[in-house]
């Protein structure tokens, strides 16, 4: 089975999902196509051979170019569970495994009627690990340039940083300065090749009844960073991320 993200928008429901199919034996694979980008799993490819030795300070911005329809956003179950549960699994992935701690902020400044629903528009949260590591990420649901998707890794030994995909790579130099297109407009553009990719790995692990690239658990560990910001940003208090949910 493959998941689209969120796996439930409450974390009680994903997590006996989770216990039902535990044993069984099932490929169940979640729809994070991040991973699957041939940038972000590059950077990724990187940092596990040790190019920049022990990554450190993490900065994931992901900006849609618009809000969608407030009929979505009343049903999505909110910015960290729709928007950011991509950027949590991504740092989730990235770092090697769950941070102990977030702290999350984010207010209404799009459009007044995303607040009125009970959500945010923008966002930051901040994710600690038990190490010391820390990652920051940013969310806005406008960006009127384009689809902004950048991931950026500070290590001990040097920084790698994966940049947006543009409309095109032409630049053009003169005494006024140098100007480069935009980033591609929306997510079916920016991640096709990512969502190809994501499918076959779906695909060779049913065939070969292998494990999944992205477990049902990696599913159930971002809606549980998912959900610890939102009560982070409603209480203005840090939260924590269950022992257990971080195999502590």
Not at 55 to 74: G, M, V, W
Not at 77 to 91: K, P, Q, S, W
Not at 155 to 165: K, V
């Amino acid at each position: 089975m493959l998941c689209e993200k969120p796996v439930d928008l409450s974390l009680e429901r994903a997590q006996a999902c989770e216990a039902s199919v535990n044993g069984t034996g099932a490929t169940v694979m979640i729809g994070f196509n991040r991973r699957f980008d041939s940038n972000f799993s590059a950077l990724k490819a990187a940092l596990d051979a040790g190019e920049i030795g022990k990554a450190e300070l993490l900065t994931i911005t992901s900006f849609d170019p618009a809000p969608p329809p407030l009929s979505y956003i009343e049903v999505s179950g909110g910015l960290y569970r729709d928007m950011m549960i991509h950027d949590f699994d991504t740092a989730c992935w990235l770092m090697g495994g769950a941070p102990a701690r977030i702290f999350a902020s984010g207010a209404s400044l799009v459009d007044p009627r995303i607040g009125s629903a009970g959500d945010v528009d923008t966002a930051v949260a901040t994710l600690s690990w038990a190490d010391g590591r820390v990652a920051v990420i940013k969310n806005s649901r406008r960006a009127g340039y384009g689809y902004d998707q950048r991931v950026e890794l500070l290590g001990s030994g040097g920084l790698l940083a994966a940049q947006n995909l543009l409309e095109n790579t032409v630049e053009r130099i003169s005494d006024a300065g140098t100007f480069s297109a935009k980033p591609v407009y929306f997510f079916l553009e920016r991640y096709r090749r990512a969502y190809e990719a994501e499918w076959s790995a779906f695909v060779d692990a049913v065939r070969e009844g292998s494990r999944a690239a992205v477990t049902l658990a990696d599913g159930v560990l971002a809606l549980a960073c998912a959900e610890a910001a939102a009560r982070s940003a409603r209480s203005g208090k840090t939260e924590a991320i269950a022992p257990d949910l971080r195999g502590a």
